[in-house]
Nanobody
Framework: LQLQASEGGLVQPGGSLRLSCAAS????????VGWFRQAPGKEREAVSC????????KYVASVKGRFTMTRDNDENTVYLEMNSLKPEDSAVYSC??????????????????????WGQGTLVTVSS
């Protein structure tokens, strides 16, 4: 079982980057999924999450309107499209799976406590 985040990178302020989180060994569409980030010297914070069985998403206030989280069930992958990046978006980004459901929809949560399986993080640096 594995959650593999794509490579991050160095992006200029105002630039864009898309992160992916690919699952292997299990079917990601049956789980709520969250993206989290941790900047140096700071606590880890939730960035966004996506529901099971729907495309509903939630975002932390600081990224609303700039970040978009989506699923591609055929690819067994979730994505985080990050636009208008700011230096304060620099962090190690990680994806994680939360609640499981085969049939019913489950609303996702931005609470870290709701997530139990974590992928490795990937570093995103926003700097000129």
């Amino acid at each position: 079982l594995q959650l593999q985040a794509s490579e991050g990178g160095l992006v200029q302020p105002g630039g864009s980057l898309r992160l992916s989180c690919a699952a292997s060994g299990f079917t990601l569409e049956y789980y709520t999924v969250g993206w989290f980030r941790q900047a140096p010297g700071k606590e880890r914070e939730a960035v966004s999450c996506i529901d099971v069985r729907t495309t509903s998403t939630k975002y932390v206030a600081s990224v609303k309107g700039r970040f978009t989280m989506t699923r591609d069930n055929d690819e067994n992958t979730v994505y985080l499209e990050m636009n208008s990046l700011k230096p304060e978006d620099s962090a190690v980004y990680s994806c994680a799976t939360g609640h499981f459901s085969l049939a019913s929809s489950i609303e996702c949560s931005l609470s870290e406590d709701e997530y139990s399986y974590w992928g490795q993080g990937t570093l995103v640096t926003v700097s000129s």
